[in-house]
């Protein structure tokens, strides 16, 4: 699959994860910090997600296993202004999405671990 291609998709399945509840952006990076597409984020703010996604998750997933606690699922980082979702899809990628404070996390983490498969596929 060519990268044209390949982003397309991705941003494609960006786009049905936003169809969610309340969803104010989404964005799937490389598990080394890069950004690979977003939707609904300022391009400068997405590289920067991308960038602090990878950190978080590479954090969790230490901490999880370090405690042996398994394999991580997700993160969710709440402030008083929203909610910061992330997930792993596959080896290569990571999938974020950034709701409002009132959301709940349940049906979105259902869309998020959905994506993830898909995304795992495209990125093979």
Same mark, same amino acid.
């Given at each position: 699959?060519?990268?044209?291609?390949?982003?397309?998709?991705?941003?494609?399945?960006?786009?049905?994860?936003?169809?969610?509840?309340?969803?104010?952006?989404? *964005?799937? %990076?490389?598990?080394?910090?890069?950004? +690979?597409? @977003? $939707?609904?984020? #300022?391009?400068?703010?997405?590289?920067?997600?991308?960038?602090?996604?990878?950190?978080?998750?590479?954090?969790?997933?230490? *901490?999880? %296993?370090?405690?042996?606690?398994?394999? +991580?699922? @997700? $993160?969710?980082? #709440?402030?008083?202004?929203?909610?910061?979702?992330?997930?792993?899809?596959?080896?290569?990628?990571?999938?974020?999405?950034?709701?409002?404070?009132?959301?709940?996390?349940?049906?979105?983490?259902?869309?998020?671990?959905?994506?993830?498969?898909?995304?795992?596929?495209?990125?093979?």
């Amino acid at each position: 699959m060519n990268n044209i291609l390949t982003i397309k998709t991705m941003e494609e399945i960006l786009r049905e994860i936003n169809k969610t509840s309340k969803i104010d952006a989404s *964005a799937i %990076a490389s598990r080394d910090g890069l950004l +690979l597409c @977003s $939707i609904q984020c #300022e391009p400068n703010k997405a590289e920067a997600l991308a960038a602090l996604l990878a950190a978080m998750v590479g954090s969790a997933e230490a *901490a999880v %296993a370090g405690l042996g606690k398994g394999v +991580l699922e @997700s $993160i969710i980082v #709440e402030s008083i202004d929203g909610k910061l979702i992330g997930t792993g899809a596959g080896p290569k990628a990571l999938i974020t999405v950034i709701t409002g404070p009132d959301v709940s996390p349940g049906l979105i983490l259902i869309e998020m671990k959905k994506a993830s498969e898909k995304i795992k596929k495209v990125l093979g």
